[in-house]
Nanobody
Framework: QVRLVESGGGLVQAGGSLQLSCAAS?????MGWFRQAPGKEREFVAA?????WYADLAKGRFTIARDNTKNTAYLNMNRLKPEDTAVYYC????????????????WGQGTQVTVSS
């Protein structure tokens, strides 16, 4: 069992930046970020597993990274837009996990990101 704890969410103006962190209680293989806005389905943002992978919504603005010595993944978000407002979730999974939420075994509680216009 792996416990994931996200941090770093908050309120930011459009065009601003935030860094989200996800601390895992143990070693993980694939780590990903998803988000869910009110009334919408959870969607893939980025994953780090044998390289970095991004949804189109994140390309050029978001960067995912991990520090295996700390069992922590990060999501650096730049040029934020109001449509980026959502609860952001960290997830961890086994080898072969990538962009489908059903592939992930462990989830954090989520952190709210609000981007004001």
């Amino acid at each position: 069992q792996v416990r994931l704890v996200e941090s770093g969410g908050g309120l930011v103006q459009a065009g601003g930046s935030l860094q989200l962190s996800c601390a895992a209680s143990g070693r993980t293989y694939a780590m990903g970020w998803f988000r869910q806005a009110p009334g919408k389905e959870r969607e893939f943002v980025a994953a780090v597993v044998d390289g970095e992978w991004y949804a189109d919504l994140a390309k050029g603005r978001f960067t995912i990274a991990r520090d295996n010595t700390k069992n922590t993944a990060y999501l650096n978000m730049n040029r934020l837009k109001p449509e980026d407002t959502a609860v952001y979730y960290c997830a961890a999974g086994a080898p072969g996990t990538l962009s489908m939420s059903t592939q992930y075994d462990y989830w954090g509680q989520g952190t709210q990101v609000t981007v004001s216009s």
